[in-house]
């Protein structure tokens, strides 16, 4: 065997990278060197994808030109609206999101990702359009018309205004704001790896963000704020979380929204999530979902904290989406269109120094077995 073989590749590099950083120990998370909690106090959605992308907090001048490119390249079009009025109304948003995110690309065909004007506007068009598809999507299941974005609208509020045509609160608008910069990036986790070994092949970024939001999908990684909410939902009130907990754990059962790859102490952003919901609630009433998480929370933490095995950021996420009326199932959507930003920032860092992913395998199989006739079998 020429290496070892670390199963999920757990700790094992997969790329040199400058965007973010976590201390899984310490539970401090910082993209391109800033923490996460300095962001969210002081930074914008928009502002924070910038610095992903380019490395850097954007002048004025800069800032003013990306919020205009990308304020200007947020309506999609009406092929894609039709694309999504063929889908059936059940299927999963992840799945919409994905097929719609995939058809993109075939209406801006610049496959050239070497020429960095076509890769500028690639992200310009991706970070701009997500959120309109996911709201897009929310409506025409139920029935309802497309709304499109409004030009004096700024990017969390606009998008909060086509999914419930209603223009947000300013502090509904600022905490969803937030929630998206602590959804930005991440480090290498599943679904920018499924990028960057799409991205390796020199595939286009529609077809690099279409493989990321696939992996982002599954429960293990972005699908957990949903079954949080399914959880909370099961619970029902407080009073049940610890029989709740306790079962789960004795039938070795995972506690959805718990526990971390790299973090061995509480996520540093379900510490700022929580501090979201408690502002929300203060200002628009309480969650019941939020009084049972807190129980969760303090039993589990009996059991599970002596592991390293703390609330993640999919715990609180979902309470906050929750009180904002939001569909369970587009939680993890809301999460892709904050992601895409890191995705396409590791994206464009790869393409710097590219080389095709073609891992090895250890074969666990036989050789040399003869062909057997179908009616000998
Ligand atoms: N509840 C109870 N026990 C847990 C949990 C949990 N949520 N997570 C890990 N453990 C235990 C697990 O049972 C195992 O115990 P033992 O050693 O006794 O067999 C041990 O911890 C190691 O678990 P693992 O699954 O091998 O560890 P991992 O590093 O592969 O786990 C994880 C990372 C995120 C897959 C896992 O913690 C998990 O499945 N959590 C629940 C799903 C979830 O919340 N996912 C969101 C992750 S954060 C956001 C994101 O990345 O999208």
Known sequence: MPHDFMPGLAGVPAATSSISDVDGQRGVLEYRGIKVEELCSKSSYLETAYL????????????????????????VKFRIVDLLKCLPEQGHPMDALQAAVAALGMFYPGRNVKDVGNNYWSAVRLVAKLPTIVAAWARIRHGDDYIPPRDDL??????LYMLTEAVPLPLWNKVFDDCLILHAEHTMNASTFAGLVTASTLADPYTVVASSIGALKGPLHGGANEEVIQMLKEIGSADRAKGYVEEKLRAKQKLMGFGHRVYKVKDPRATVLQALCRRLFMECGSSPFYEIALEIERVAGDTLSSKGIYPNVDFYSGIIYDKMGIDTDLFTPLFAMARVSGWLAHWLEQLRENKLFRPDQIYSGEHNRSYVPIAQR
Do not use: C, I, K, Y
Not at 154 to 159: A, I
């Open 154 to 159: 700024g990017f969390s509020e606009n998008f």
């Open 52 to 75: 992903l992308l380019f490395g850097h907090l954007p002048t004025e001048a800069e800032f003013r030109q990306w919020t205009s490119d990308v304020m200007h390249h947020r309506r």
